[in-house]
């Protein structure tokens, strides 16, 4: 019995290698945050080792990406990433979704919460392992951008609008 689960274990992984994964590749850049917002070439570097390629349209996948469920996985993982901040879609956005989108992202680096452990686990992107420089650097960066963003527009029109209360 143990070698018949074994055999169709075996067969089930050998035979999710030729299922096609589709990569997150686009390569667009129209709405890049990059198009209306300056990303000096330190913070820029920054984004590109630690943010990227769960948080824009251009992923650059690990060789172990090949491997499947890996494979799955990390797409799966990108996409919720980019579900939450997506910088080549960035200027696509309400003026109020983006300023909200920099103060999170001041929260989620100054609070260690990114980039995620499961991206730095074993070593496998140390470039994604920010130092505190390297996070006050993006910290400083994201507040610039909301005092650019509060110089040139009207306060309200930086403000997320309440959620309605949830109905019981």
């Given at each position: 019995m143990i070698k018949k689960i074994t055999f169709a274990v075996l067969i089930i992984l050998v035979g999710i290698q030729f299922v096609p994964m589709q990569k997150n590749d686009s390569g667009t850049q129209t709405f890049?945050?990059?198009?209306?917002?300056?990303?000096p070439d330190h913070v820029s570097t920054i984004l590109q080792g630690a943010?990227?390629?769960?948080?824009?349209?251009?992923?650059?996948?690990?060789w172990y990406s090949k491997v499947q469920p890996i494979g799955f996985?990390?797409?799966q993982h990108t996409n919720e990433g980019k579900e939450h901040l997506n910088f080549s879609e960035f200027t696509s956005l309400p003026l109020r979704v983006q300023n909200h989108k920099f103060e999170e992202i001041i929260e989620m680096v100054e609070e260690k919460?990114?980039?995620?452990?499961?991206?730095t686990y074993l070593g496998l992107h140390p470039e994604a392992?920010?130092?505190?420089?390297?996070r006050k650097v993006l910290v400083d960066w994201a507040k610039e951008?909301?005092?650019?963003l509060a110089a040139t527009h009207p306060a309200d029109s930086l403000k997320m609008k309440p959620r309605p209360a949830a109905s019981e």
């Open positions: 890049d945050i990059s198009q209306n917002y300056q990303v943010c990227n390629d769960c948080h824009t349209n251009m992923t650059t996948y690990p996985w990390l797409n919460e990114m980039p995620l452990p499961s991206y392992n920010l130092s505190d420089a390297n951008q909301m005092a650019l």
